[in-house]
């Protein structure tokens, strides 16, 4: 689908329109949605449901088998992705939301 932006220039003279002429017009293709989802957890069941979820391509498919396994049971609208619905770790590696300080050694220092 894409838009189309188009730059006028309009002349008034004391508040009435005098000229409209249309300098430029552009049209920019649309870009696929990206949906983000992180595959990680320690039920080998969830990460096959959600691994084949993800080969559907179907983002209704793959929302909802996340929720199944993380028990948030809400769509992204109603609980966005940063906050975890039931808050567990393995909810959050599924989501894609794990701190990246549980991820990696924290070596920043205060003071230096």
Partial sequence: ??????????????????????????????????????????????????????????EATIYATVAQYSGAGQTPAETPAETPADGSAEAAAILGTVDESQITENTTTEGQ
């Fill in 1 to 58: 689908m894409g838009y189309v932006a188009r730059l006028w220039k309009i002349v008034t003279v004391d508040g009435v329109e005098q000229s409209r002429d249309a300098i430029n017009k552009s049209t920019y293709k649309s870009s696929p949605k990206i949906v983000n989802v992180g595959t990680a957890s320690a039920d080998p069941n969830a990460t096959a449901a959600v691994n084949a979820a993800l080969a559907t391509g179907d």
